[in-house]
């Protein structure tokens, strides 16, 4: 969705026929980084200059990933912090972060 600050109608942008079904946190930077939790990926679709329409250009995956929730960028990689929603949480269930490359 595309938000106006102004008066905060949505729209839709359209993203070439991919499909978000497990989006959570996202990434705007060279191009779009959509963190899709559930899926252990994260999809990078290249906008055009508007925002307004898009198309997927590649998907990262890593095995490091256990249900990353958002992303950060530093430098020329992307950080994503693991939920471990797969696990019940314990004082001694350990989380981290993954560092990949950006697209």
Same mark, same amino acid.
């Given at each position: 969705?595309?938000?106006d600050p102004r008066d905060g109608t949505a729209r839709r942008v359209g993203l070439g026929g991919l499909t978000i079904p497990f989006g959570d946190g996202q990434l705007l930077g060279r191009h779009l980084c959509i963190v899709q939790q559930q899926l252990n990926q994260v999809d990078?679709?290249?906008l055009n200059a508007a925002g307004t329409e898009g198309g997927p250009i590649a998907r990262i995956t890593d095995p490091r990933f256990?249900? #990353?929730t958002t992303a950060a960028a530093r430098g020329d990689r992307i950080c994503l912090p693991n939920a471990r929603f797969d696990v #019940? #949480?314990? #004082?001694d269930t350990e989380y981290d972060a993954v560092a990949v490359e950006q697209v």
């Open positions: 969705m595309r938000v990078v679709v290249r256990r249900i #990353p #019940p #949480p314990t #004082p």
